[in-house]
Nanobody, 120 residues
Framework: QVQLVESGGGLVQPGGSLRLSCVAS????????MSWYRQAPGKQRELVAV???????KYASSVKGRFTISRDDDKNTLYLQMNSLKPEDTAAYYC??????????????WGQGTQVTVSS
């Protein structure tokens, strides 16, 4: 079993910055793609950014140029640096990981979410 634990959310003013972290632990051989999703009240969960094991990143058009996804595989940790935050970035942010485990298993996992609120 694998656990993903996010941290770093909070209340920030428009134009401010936050850095989210997601630490993976458990029966991990390697972590493939890692992603950040977000879900605002009354809306569907949407992909914010994804990073491959090789370090290639893609972003939703709404965050491109403001958010940066990165990972530290030595620490099994995923990051999301969020700059120039806007009220419409307010949402619960979820970490997702595609994990290869022992005995050639492969599963995807979700974190519990961390709330980001952008408001003056």
């Amino acid at each position: 079993q694998v656990q993903l634990v996010e941290s770093g959310g909070g209340l920030v003013q428009p134009g401010g910055s936050l850095r989210l972290s997601c630490v993976a632990s458990g029966s991990i051989v390697s972590i493939n793609d890692m992603s950040w999703y977000r879900q605002a009240p009354g809306k569907q969960r949407e992909l914010v950014a994804v990073i491959t094991r090789a370090g290639s990143a893609k972003y939703a058009s709404s965050v491109k140029g403001r958010f940066t996804i990165s990972r530290d595989d030595d620490k099994n940790t995923l990051y999301l640096q969020m700059n120039s935050l806007k009220p419409e970035d307010t949402a619960a942010y979820y970490c997702h990981a595609d994990v290869s485990g022992y005995w050639f298993s492969r599963n995807d996992y979700w974190g519990q979410g961390t709330q980001v609120t952008v408001s003056s």
